[in-house]
């Protein structure tokens, strides 16, 4: 990008701009500040979280990497919804949406002030996602950093994460550990700054995000509070006045071949099946078509890549182990010898195959494995139609090696009823859970279902109960499990026709989800969809403008 082509000399140049130089003057801006390329921080930090409580630390780093690569740093801040604090409250409903609304402030900063290029800062789900999502909106050179994965708590020489709090609820519920066993769980699980430790949603967008080139080689990998973080920050803010040079824009780098590097990253740690949403919102972002890139693309994705390491929530260890052991390099370089991956440019000016070439592998160590020796033979996702899901739905695969599922269905209008169905005992072996009322608009918001999936494990009917939602599961969630159910309830989706007592049938394999019951009979009485939860206010908006979830839940579509 030439100097004469930067987007802040129209906000700083000429005498009719004196007003806002003045401004400038006063914020700290000299001319030669105002000189040089104008580059937006977009932090995402918070006091309220230890996903993001280090971010603002870490900005001082990346500004110094802008200001000695030539640049000017302009700092803004963005909100955050923390997933593990409003996980099974009326908060989660705003979790998706702050994804949103992540994207659209940062889109209003940048853009209201002119700003050359940007760096985002971030770290609880929904950021992540957000940021890309404005990056590929604004197409400016932009580089995503993320802040860390958190490091495992210990308990009696155990590690432990917030995962095993969420389980620890429902086996506390269930009778089989004290309410002082639950405490001591919860006072060890997170011991500081990062987001959560397994291969939740936060970790896997991070490596969707390395993958997908947006953020530089092996930076994300590095956990919050290890000492080589603040060196992360300050190449990252480098590293994006270098895009800025080269004119490295997001939409040369979010492609439809890139989109299935990042799916096949994730599937091949059996990430979290929020990435399918996020992965869906960023090629609609970027201006890539559902002919281009749509939720089928997962399932191919998974078939023929097999999952090679070893993460929770199904597996033994943690996102600092696998960085250890190799990291996103790592991963990838074996993902690319197996040829499911295709080379593709990134952020840095490397090409993704470069990049992986670089990899360093701990001798050892049994995180990443290949993929003639994977633990699975096929990846974390499914994506399933039928009579109840006529746009699709999401199963989750991990923790488990069940392909089919057949059972009666118990009906819950929310996520509360169920939860307290749990709690209470009222789920048996054998039964299909299903969750309504959860959707995108529905909802509002399709919150995560982890305090119901969880408590399922916590009771010990993990391997025997499955579970479907037209709402989502949070990357801790493992199981038998369907989410992103579409049509929604409602909408009038077939999901809201099913009684108490209706057999379900799940296969995997023939891409299914049907029910034994005549559902024309009852749609045809009607539908009355249900009052909206929220008439004013962001939520109700949120509701009015939100598109199906086998689109990406976004709301602000270009293809309308």
Not at 211 to 227: E, F, K, R, T
Not at 267 to 276: D, L, P, R, Y
Not at 392 to 412: I, T
């Amino acid at each position: 990008m030439t100097d004469t082509k930067r987007p802040s000399h129209t906000l700083i140049q000429g005498p009719a701009r004196a007003p806002a130089r003045a401004m400038l003057r006063a914020a700290g801006y000299d001319d030669e500040r105002m000189a040089k390329p104008m580059i937006a921080i977009v932090n995402t930090w918070t006091s309220v979280t230890p996903c993001n409580m280090h971010l603002q630390g870490l900005a001082d780093h990346a500004r110094a990497g802008i200001e000695a690569a030539g640049g000017t740093a302009v700092d803004f801040n963005t909100i955050v919804v923390t997933d593990g604090i409003s996980m099974g409250t009326e908060g989660m409903r705003a979790s998706l949406m702050s994804r949103d609304c992540v994207a659209d402030s940062a889109e209003l900063a940048v853009r209201g002030h002119s700003l050359d290029a940007v760096l985002f800062l971030v770290g609880c789900d929904k950021t992540l996602p957000g940021a890309a999502m404005a990056a590929a909106r604004m197409n400016l050179p932009s580089v995503v950093l993320y802040g860390g994965s958190i490091m495992p708590g210990h308990l009696h020489d155990k590690p432990v994460t917030i995962q095993d709090v969420f389980e620890a609820v429902g086996a506390c519920a269930a009778g089989k550990i004290s309410e002082e066993e639950l405490v001591e769980v919860e006072k060890a699980a997170c011991p500081g700054a990062g987001a959560c430790g397994g291969q939740f949603t936060a970790n896997t967008m991070a490596l969707a995000l390395s993958a997908l080139g947006l953020s530089p080689m092996g930076l994300n990998d590095i956990p919050a509070v290890h000492p080589d973080k603040p060196e992360a920050a300050r190449k990252a803010g480098e590293a994006v006045v270098d895009a800025l040079k080269a004119d490295r824009r997001p939409r040369d780098i979010i492609t439809p071949t890139s989109l299935k590097n990042a799916a096949a990253a994730v599937t091949a740690t059996a990430g979290s099946t929020n990435a399918v949403l996020h992965l869906l919102a960023i090629a609609r972002e970027a201006g890539i078509s559902q002919d281009q890139f749509d939720i089928d693309v997962f399932d191919a994705v998974s078939r023929k890549t097999p999952v090679i390491a070893d993460l929770k929530p199904g597996g033994r260890y943690m996102a600092p182990d696998m960085a250890a052991a190799g990291g996103a390099r790592l991963l990838l370089q074996r993902l690319q010898a197996a040829k499911l991956i295709e080379d593709a440019p990134t952020v840095t000016g490397k090409s993704l195959f470069e990049e992986a070439g670089l990899a360093q592998e701990t001798p050892g160590q049994d995180v990443i494995l290949s993929t003639d020796k994977p633990l699975k033979s096929r990846g974390g996702f499914g994506v399933l139609y039928g009579d109840l899901a006529p746009e699709g739905c999401v199963a989750k695969l991990a923790g488990h090696d069940r392909l089919f599922f057949e059972g009666p269905a118990k009906v819950y209008d929310c996520e509360e009823d169920c939860f307290a169905a749990v709690n209470a005992g009222q789920i048996e072996k054998g039964d299909i859970v299903v969750i309504r009322n959860e959707g995108p608009a529905g909802g509002p918001g399709m919150r995560e279902m982890l305090a119901v999936t969880a408590a399922i494990q916590g009771a010990g009917l993990g391997d025997d109960v499955a579970l479907m939602t037209d709402g989502r599961f949070s990357g801790a969630t493992y199981g038998f499990m369907v989410g992103h159910v579409a049509p929604e309830a409602a909408h009038g989706g077939p999901i809201a026709f099913i009684e108490t007592g209706d057999v379900i049938t799940i296969d995997i394999e023939n891409r299914r989800i049907d029910v034994k019951a005549d559902l024309k009979a009852r749609m045809a009485k009607g539908f009355t969809p249900p009052e909206p939860k929220y008439r004013h206010g962001a939520y109700a908006k949120y509701a009015k403008l939100v598109h199906s979830a086998s689109d990406g839940a976004v709301t602000s579509f270009p293809f309308d």
